[in-house]
């Protein structure tokens, strides 16, 4: 008995020894690190809020700890700006992510430039982070054009002028231009280099028109789209003809059929350029033109245009001239005319 006594007592010492260095030699648990709170912005820029409105934004929280974040609590430093839907003690894994809604209300007391601060309570390290928010609250201006009309006045024909039109914003926000339009292809607007004082908010332009706009008066706009809206300006003017006729319309006398009528009208050139006439075209062949003036180049050409009353119904007709000139281009003269019936002549000669 007493040989198995010692030869178990002998197998538990051995075991005891060998589990208590195992237990030894096993390395120590490794330890946790904390959670990590982090948000890619901490001050935020909310841009332009009207007053009496509502603004929603949401904010993305990131925990880059190893160990659960624990958001205990959300508070704000005014009661304008609230969480969307009310949350406490939110886990948020290790590497998760959690989206936070929140709601701006503005009033009519609120104006200009505004900061708010939104408090996230956690049990990282840091415990509180502040996170900032800003607006501008302000009701829904529209951008200034200086001027608000671009008058050219009267200019020559051939000649291509400049003004400068500037846009400006009512909010202390950068204008970036996203295009610009005008009504005619003959305008050209291109960014001004002659003011570089001008704040951020303001951007402006050179206006100008091209030599081959169309003489006549001017009725054209330009359109300028920013980041802070559209904005219209007008341009109006009168632009000379390289020539001019006087009269400018040749108006005929009463004629019945196939009675003649002559008109004198002169050209003459506005700019005080001497030109010579090539070749004269009519409409139909109602109207024949003459010459009283030598074929030379002069500053005045001096013409008689003879209309022969075609067939047709009575009642008013209209016809047209074109001159075409060595060095000022063409000229289109309008012609009117009344033809005559047989009771409107019989009733014109009772009178």
Known sequence: MSCRLKRTTLRVVVFYVVITNTAAIAPPAKALGPPVFHLDESD????????????????????????????????????????AKQEKNIEIAPGELKRFDFKIVTSDQMRGITRRAIVF????????????????VAPEYKLAVLPAKLDFGCIESDLSFKKIVTVVSPYPEAIEVNFVRTSSPFIHVTDSNEYQGLPR?????NVELL?????????????????RGSASVLVSGYKTDPIESRPASLVFEPVECGEKKAVTF???STNGEKFDLLKTTTVSNTIKLKRLDPQEPRTTHALVAELTAPNGRP????????????????KTIHCYYFLLGAETHAATHDK
Do not use: W
């Open 201 to 205: 908010y303001s951007c402006a332009f």
């Open 315 to 330: 009642g008013p007709g209209k016809t047209s001239i074109s001159v075409e000139t060595d060095t000022l281009g063409v």
């Open 211 to 227: 030599p081959n706009l169309r003489p006549g008066y001017i009725s054209e706009s330009i359109t300028i789209g920013t980041t």
């Open 44 to 83: 935020i820029m909310l841009g332009r809020i009207a007053p009496n409105a509502a603004q929603e934004f949401s904010l993305t929280v990131h925990n880059r700890g190893q160990a659960t974040l624990i958001i205990y609590g959300i508070s704000s430093t005014c009661g304008c700006l609230s969480q």
């Open 266 to 268: 002169v050209l003459r």
């Open 121 to 136: 309570k956690t049990n990282d390290a840091q415990r509180n982070h502040v996170i900032h928010v800003s607006f501008v």
